[in-house]
């Protein structure tokens, strides 16, 4: 699963990157070196100022904040997006909870890595006393190694809130991760590449055979991933110190390290 990520590239940069239309921020995107679920994300949509069901006007591709953790329209409450903050790739396009938005509110959201726990293998180690202890994770940053942003593949629905007021909400698709990848933790989100953003965000390409294979795991070896302090377990926590290498999983320290 993804369940932390970092996004801190500025909004001018993004509006260049990914030739925005629409500023549908309101300001200044502040950077997220610990997103995680429930928080506010940018992310990268088309359409059409009145909604989906309006063809007057003409769709157009926007940069908008987002509240990670998908919720349906169908919910009673925002609680049912802390359930939802990945798709499975596998099963995105059945699930009625996505189903729906994977047709036609497909988005990507911006990162410049995510974080993964990795549990090391073995029985657990035995203390002074002969207790077992459950082993520690410890947490890795994984990134492009090329440095390039990461357009992690999304969904995204308007929800109405008792109030009459409309929430908007996402989720990260996420897959298999390459070998390379997958022996710190299995699954990891979807990677768009550039020459598809085009048409993953067209809201009129609803085949949902078309739209899977505009979906490619990422290939072995494109990422990069070293262990960093475990200061990212605690979402309070936040800066550039969090993606530092750690050397020990406990401080970032000035030598890079890799498990693997």
Known sequence: ???????????????DQFAIQ???????????????PTKQVPAVLIRR???????????????????????????????????MINARV??????????RAFARRRCLLPADGYFEWYTPE????ADEKGTKKKPRKQPFYIHPKDGAIMA????????????????????VITTDAPDDLGRIHDRMPMIVTPDRWD??????????????GLLTPALAGTMDAY?????????????????????NGDSPGSTSGTLF
């Open 227 to 247: 262990p960093v302090s475990t200061a990212v377990n605690n979402v309070r926590n936040n800066g550039p110190q969090l993606i530092d290498p750690a050397t």
């Open 49 to 83: 100022p009145g909604g989906d069901d309006e063809h007057e006007e003409e769709a157009l591709r926007q940069l908008r904040t987002l509240r990670w953790g998908l919720v349906p329209f169908w919910a009673k409450d925002l609680s049912a997006g802390a359930r």
């Open 1 to 15: 699963m993804c369940g932390r990520y970092a996004t801190t590239r500025a909004r001018q940069e993004l509006l």
């Open 90 to 99: 596998e099963t995105v396009a059945e699930k009625p909870a996505y189903r």
């Open 152 to 171: 992690m593949a999304g969904l995204y629905e308007l929800w109405r809130s008792p109030e009459d007021e409309w929430v908007w909400t996402c989720t």
């Open 122 to 125: 073995g029985d657990p180690a």
């Open 22 to 36: 629409a500023d549908e921020t309101g300001g200044e995107l502040e950077p997220d070196y610990n997103v995680a």
């Open 199 to 212: 048409a993953w965000l067209d809201p009129e390409l609803t085949a949902a055979e078309e739209v899977r």
